[in-house]
């Protein structure tokens, strides 16, 4: 018998993009922790490598973190260490740096400023170089997680303010970010001026509320107001909540891929209802590569809202024909790999009274690596399906993401180095479909100019440093040559030549 880590997150099916991290804040409640506590747990899909929160209580801010997830972090012991009014909290998946306790956040320091701990959801394209330079002049890190950066621009700064002094050091960090931030008397939220991930303010009766998705606010009986615009600094603090724009106007690059995938469909995101969204690609779907079929059925639990769209545009019934165990943990005991599919089938059983003698389009919302996909198909063929159609509500993944979402490398992304024909006889299906960049970008509020798309078409909207894609192993031909700049210009558009084919 071998203990092994083998099915990844409970949530959804094996072979997905990595969720980046969750991040929530409170401010002034006379249970902040408790408060962050719940929204945490509502976001712990979003990471469940490690979770912590810093609280103050007007006099000290103070801090708790472990490796694991919410429920297990957290005990009434750690909750009542930390008193006060308020309070951030993070879950991480990590993006930058390793998966260890010291990159676990919030991160907190203590300067001339005061104390103040920070909580990030992105990646910073920038902060290789301004590490360098800190370094060099001085500094000492106590973690390798690009986010510690901001905290010592913010140590150095000589504004006369704590305000002034946060203002400046988030304006000199480029990349994808949304932060809340923590002082003795202060919560920060900041979004980066092209806004590639998720941050909404609320209010829970007199207190101000912060999330990277509105699941949280609902579980805590909070209201959303509106978006943290991206670009924005809002600072709530003993004089009330104040909005700064420290930053140029930039185009605006949501990731679209929250919507896709990452956010839960009960969450608004961008504005928008996920569930609305995502229904509406799969009714996108089903009107662009329809096809004669007796049944729907989603991929739970990431391709159900397709699924539904898809059906109620295709005229067919959405069954669920494929049942998913919800009891699945991180690790369990593998006695062999004898039993066929077995890694799927601990978390997915098909329904053969639905699929038996019918045909099948099979909904979902990605096809990564297709290791998955093709264990699906072929498990749907076994319960006795007479034809299987795989439906993707996405373009084909072909680039990976350097604003805060793990990708594989890009030679191990099957729509990067595989033809449709060729990636349709893989996973085994009789025909297979994505929905295309136009229904994508159709489907959302201020299409293709207010999102970011990067993994489905190699165009970058903000530039990275040449040696990131080194960092991250990426099996990449850069284009053109000379090394990239780093962040600048605004719209720098790399792209990636295409791979050769590889089995
Ligand atoms: S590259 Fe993809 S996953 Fe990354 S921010 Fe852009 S849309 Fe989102």
Partial sequence: MRLERALGPARGTMDKLKEECGVFGIFGHTEAANMTYLGLYALQHRG???????ASDGERVRLSREMGYVADVFDEEALSSLPGASAIGHVRYSTAGESKLM?????????????????????????????????QSGSIFQSNSDTEVILHLYARSKARNVDDAI????????????????TRDRLVAVRDPHGFRPLALGRLDRSWVVCSETCAMDLIGATYVRDVEPGEVVIAGPHGLKSVKPYPPARQSQCVFEHVYFSRPDSYVFGESVNEVRTEFGRRLARES?????????????????AVGYAEAAGLPMRMGLIRNHY??????????????????????????ILEGRRVVLVDDSIVRGTTSRKIVRMVRSAGAREVHMRISCPPTVSPCFYGVDTPRRS???????????????VDADSVAYLSLEGLTGAV????????????????????????AKYLQLALKLNPGPAAPVAEPDHAALSFEKDTVVS
Wanted: aromatic share 6%; charged share 15%.
């Fill in 48 to 54: 469940q490598e490690s979770a912590g929160m810093a």
């Fill in 103 to 135: 990159n676990a956040q919030p991160i907190l320091i203590d300067c001339a400023h005061g104390q103040i701990a920070i909580c990030h959801n992105g990646n910073l394209v920038n902060a290789k170089e301004l590490r360098e330079e800190l370094v």
């Fill in 167 to 182: 203002v400046e050091s988030v304006s000199q960090v480029q990349g994808a970010f949304s932060l809340v931030m923590l």
């Fill in 290 to 306: 329809g096809v004669p079929a007796d049944v729907v059925v989603p991929i739970p639990d990431s391709g159900v809202c397709a």
């Fill in 328 to 353: 699945v943990g991180r690790t369990f005991i593998q006695p062999q790999q004898s039993i066929r599919h077995f890694g799927v089938r601990v978390k997915l059983n098909p329904v053969r009274s």
């Fill in 412 to 426: 191990e992304l099957i729509a990067a180095t595989h033809t449709l024909e060729e990636i349709r006889k893989y």
């Fill in 445 to 468: 509020r201020g299409g293709s100019s207010s999102y970011c798309t990067s993994c489905y078409t190699g165009i970058y909207p903000v530039a990275f440093p040449r040696d990131e």
